[in-house]
């Protein structure tokens, strides 16, 4: 079997059924694939939503976990059960773009690569309905090392597991999985994964509709819990530096990322978090998780990492009052 496609799927009933219909819209013969839904227990009516579907279809799995553990866990049940030489995992929100798959896992089958990356398009979720397709270019194929891919595609803000096809031999010889119960787990999975490759493809071709500003998605709002979880996916990718043979440009980048993921994590602390005790309470936990964690490229990453390690409650405060009298000057500007 060429491909496993797996989904999980979490109180999702108002896009699971448009996604699942994706699938089956990419002219693929349905033996060379199977379809993994992973039911993360759903308590809305996503499941009754599908049913007609997965009676359709032979080639569809249904793995049932009695509780919500977390698409993490969701993602690593999905991969234990897969058969497929390789391995998609679209979010149940988002869709594929109809007839963009069967290039891409025909190049991975032929080249035998470990990681296939393709394009994506990011639309506003009130605009999918209306969407009628995308004018695609040329098929352009670049064959590159994890490294090579590593510096040049990899952006901190795009760890999106979705628009890579992994090959499931490669997941498993080294280990990789998805950290357990976490919100943020697509951060170091990713670059874990660019980081042990050994032979990659670039694809310039649009392959996924990410769905935006979607009510409840797992990355919207921000609170203690998930707080912890973006520092659980900080330390994650910070241990990452740890692997041998990293070429001093890969290392150098992969620092970047993490005072990227560090600085984001801050940024949503100000803005999402009101409470003084709270705000203080997350900044204990970075250094409780992460406790050699240190930046030192250039005088900023330096001084943040000196305030971090030697005055977490005043360097916290400080963003804090920083980030309400730019909103302050911000809204000042609008009222005008």
């Given at each position: 079997?060429?491909?496993?496609?797996?989904?999980p799927?979490?109180?999702v009933?108002k896009?699971?059924r448009?996604?699942?219909?994706?699938?089956?819209k990419?002219?693929?013969?349905?033996?060379r694939?199977e379809v993994?839904?992973v039911?993360?227990?759903s308590t809305?009516k996503?499941?009754?939503?599908?049913a007609?579907?997965?009676?359709?279809?032979?080639?569809?799995?249904?793995?049932?976990?009695?509780q919500?553990?977390s698409l993490?866990?969701a993602?690593?049940?999905g991969i234990?059960?897969a058969?497929?030489e390789?391995?998609l995992m679209?979010?149940?929100?988002?869709?594929?773009?109809?007839?963009?798959l069967?290039?891409l896992?025909?190049?991975?089958?032929e080249?035998?690569?470990?990681l296939?990356?393709?394009?994506y398009l990011?639309?506003k979720?009130d605009?999918?309905?209306?969407?009628?397709?995308?004018?695609?270019?040329?098929?352009i194929w670049e064959e590159?090392?994890g490294g090579?891919?590593?510096?040049e595609?990899?952006?901190?803000e795009q760890c999106?597991?979705w628009?890579?096809?992994?090959?499931?031999?490669?997941l498993l010889d080294?280990h990789?999985t998805?950290?357990?119960?976490i919100?943020y787990?697509?951060i170091?999975?990713t670059?874990e994964c660019?980081?042990?490759?050994?032979r990659c493809?670039?694809a310039?071709w649009?392959?996924y509709i990410?769905r935006?500003?979607?009510?409840?998605?797992?990355?919207t709002?921000f609170?203690?819990?998930?707080a912890?979880s973006?520092?659980l996916?900080?330390?994650?990718?910070?241990?990452l530096?740890k692997?041998?043979h990293?070429?001093?440009?890969?290392?150098y980048?992969?620092?970047?990322?993490?005072y990227?993921?560090?600085s984001t994590?801050?940024?949503?602390?100000?803005y999402?978090?009101t409470?003084?005790?709270?705000?203080r309470?997350i900044?204990?936990m970075?250094k409780?998780?992460?406790?050699d964690l240190t930046f030192?490229?250039?005088?900023?990453?330096?001084?943040t990492?000196f305030?971090f390690h030697?005055?977490?409650?005043?360097?916290i405060e400080?963003y804090?009052?920083?980030?309400?009298?730019a909103?302050k000057k911000?809204?000042?500007i609008?009222?005008?």
């Amino acid at each position: 079997m060429d491909l496993s496609i797996i989904v999980p799927v979490y109180n999702v009933e108002k896009y699971v059924r448009p996604c699942l219909e994706s699938i089956y819209k990419q002219g693929i013969d349905e033996s060379r694939y199977e379809v993994i839904i992973v039911n993360d227990g759903s308590t809305d009516k996503s499941m009754e939503t599908i049913a007609d579907i997965i009676q359709q279809h032979a080639n569809i799995t249904v793995i049932n976990h009695p509780q919500n553990l977390s698409l993490s866990v969701a993602r690593n049940t999905g991969i234990a059960a897969a058969k497929g030489e390789y391995i998609l995992m679209p979010d149940s929100d988002d869709l594929l773009i109809e007839n963009t798959l069967l290039p891409l896992i025909d190049k991975a089958v032929e080249t035998k690569v470990d990681l296939v990356v393709a394009d994506y398009l990011p639309i506003k979720s009130d605009d999918i309905p209306s969407f009628s397709g995308v004018s695609q270019e040329t098929l352009i194929w670049e064959e590159k090392t994890g490294g090579q891919l590593f510096l040049e595609d990899m952006k901190p803000e795009q760890c999106y597991v979705w628009r890579t096809l992994y090959r499931r031999a490669f997941l498993l010889d080294n280990h990789i999985t998805f950290i357990p119960g976490i919100n943020y787990q697509d951060i170091p999975y990713t670059q874990e994964c660019h980081l042990k490759a050994q032979r990659c493809i670039r694809a310039h071709w649009k392959l996924y509709i990410y769905r935006l500003e979607r009510p409840g998605a797992a990355t919207t709002y921000f609170h203690v819990k998930k707080a912890k979880s973006f520092i659980l996916a900080l330390a994650g990718t910070y241990k990452l530096r740890k692997l041998p043979h990293l070429s001093p440009e890969v290392r150098y980048k992969l620092e970047e990322n993490v005072y990227f993921t560090f600085s984001t994590i801050i940024y949503r602390i100000i803005y999402g978090i009101t409470k003084s005790s709270e705000r203080r309470y997350i900044m204990k936990m970075l250094k409780d998780e992460v406790p050699d964690l240190t930046f030192t490229h250039g005088t900023r990453q330096k001084v943040t990492s000196f305030m971090f390690h030697h005055m977490p409650n005043l360097f916290i405060e400080l963003y804090y009052l920083y980030g309400l009298m730019a909103f302050k000057k911000v809204w000042k500007i609008w009222k005008r």
